[in-house]
Structure formats: structure tokens, C-alpha cells
T-cell receptor
Framework: AQRVTQPEKLLSVFKGAPVELKCNYS??????LFWYVQYSRQRLQLLLR??SRESIKGFTADLNKGETSFHLKKPFAQEEDSAMYYC?????????????FGKGTSLLVTP | KAGVTQTPRYLIKTRGQQVTLSCSPI?????VSWYQQTPGQGLQFLFE???????NKGNFPGRFSGRQFSNSRSEMNVSTLELGDSALYLC?????????????FGEGSRLTVL
């Protein structure tokens, strides 16, 4: 069974501090993992995906298959990073496209 | 390009009624999926359509159904509404046939069941 766990409901950090949002998953095959973000009064949108191996808005995430994790990191948090962050997993792509979301972590960056 | 459009944005129904929600994907996107978002369960996958065919279905009762039209617009229907169906229903479209494509979400239809 697929499962995505985000252990922190709320994460509060000071501006300029490093931030790490945790995501662990369980999936027996080769997963595709994503981070989606929802800023206040905006739509849910893709932040980054593991296959792209890119940095978006200073955020990076590395897939660690050994630890089944896909933590989101940023070395220096900014106030505009305050948002709800969702980790998501896509399993078997041969039978359509379904994302399994974690319950989300609310990030609050304070000045 | 216009984004994913969902109608209605808000609606109130009573138990036992049925509801139909509509979603217009981004032009050119052929995959449309639906998600239910509640405070307790978070975002849960309902179903996904591609070229008018349901390709994948989440773990929801048969009261939840959907369809996709030839112009890729999609509707979902919930019959015999229950209080627990109160939620934000999100529609998302995707340009790619397979996975790993970016999902573009609408603003959602907020359903309240009294």
C-alpha cells in the first residue's frame, strides 16, 4: 500500500534559518515524488519533483530510497516561504495518474 | 492560458440530495483528476479521466461518480449526500498521458452538507 507521512503539522522557523520539511513514504515499487505548495489564498501548485533534481525558490529535495524519505530543504528561509506544503507520491503510471498526498505541513517563517 | 476552472465555487446541500460539480481543464489538457480535501483526511484521490475514460479510481463509495466529455471537461457527481461529504473538491488537469506530469489545480468547489 502507498502511504505518505509528514510528521509535522506545523513548523515555525525564523527568517534566515534553515528549514527542513520531512516526508516519508511507503511504496513497494519505484515511486515518483513531488512537493506541492499552497500559499495563502492561492491554488495548490507544484513546487518540485524528484525526477527533475532541480532547485525551485531555493528549495531542494533528495529522494533517499534507503530511508524512504523525500525531505524538503532550504538553507535560508524567507517570510514568503510561509505556506502549506504537501508531499505526494505517484505509483504505477501504467494505470493512470493518481497522487497520494501527505496531510501537509504548515510552514511559518517569522521575522 | 486560462487556468483550471471549477463551478460552482460554493454550494450548500442537505443530506440525501445529490450534487454535480464541474471542471474545465486547461486548454489542451486531456487528463482530469478529482481530489477531496477535508481537515481530517487531507487530500484524497477520487478518480482520474483521460480521453473520456476513467483510468484510476480512489477508495470512495459508489455514490461518487464522474465523467469526462469529448472536450475534456469533467463533472463529478455525489448522490445521497452525507454530512461527511462536506469538503473542498479539487479538480486538476495534466497535459501528459502518464505520470510525473505537473498537476494544475483549480480553486475548488466547497460543498457543505447540512
Amino acid at each position: 500500500a502507498q502511504r505518505v507521512t509528514q510528521p509535522e503539522k506545523l513548523l515555525s522557523v525564523f527568517k534566515g534559518a534553515p528549514v527542513e520539511l520531512k516526508c516519508n513514504y511507503s511504496y513497494s515499487g519505484s515511486p515518483e515524488l513531488f512537493w506541492y505548495v499552497q500559499y495563502s489564498r492561492q491554488r495548490l501548485q507544484l513546487l518540485l519533483r524528484h525526477i527533475s533534481r532541480e532547485s525551485i525558490k531555493g528549495f531542494t529535495a533528495d529522494l533517499n530510497k534507503g530511508e524512504t524519505s523525500f525531505h524538503l530543504k532550504k538553507p535560508f528561509a524567507q517570510e514568503e516561504d510561509s505556506a502549506m506544503y504537501y508531499c505526494a507520491l505517484s505509483g504505477n503510471s501504467n494505470s493512470g495518474y493518481a497522487l497520494n498526498f501527505g496531510k501537509g505541513t504548515s510552514l511559518l517563517v517569522t521575522p | 492560458k486560462a487556468g483550471v476552472t471549477q463551478t460552482p465555487r460554493y454550494l450548500i446541500k442537505t443530506r440525501g440530495q445529490q450534487v454535480t460539480l464541474s471542471c474545465s481543464p486547461i486548454s489542451g489538457h486531456r487528463s482530469v483528476s478529482w481530489y477531496q480535501q477535508t481537515p481530517g483526511q487531507g487530500l484524497q484521490f477520487l478518480f482520474e479521466y483521460f480521453s473520456e475514460t476513467q483510468r484510476n479510481k480512489g477508495n470512495f463509495p459508489g455514490r461518487f461518480s464522474g465523467r469526462q466529455f469529448s472536450n475534456s471537461r469533467s463533472e463529478m457527481n455525489v448522490s445521497t449526500l452525507e454530512l461527511g461529504d462536506s469538503a473542498l473538491y479539487l479538480c486538476a488537469s495534466n497535459s501528459r498521458q502518464g505520470a510525473n506530469g505537473e498537476l494544475f489545480f483549480g480553486e475548488g468547489s466547497r460543498l457543505t452538507v447540512l
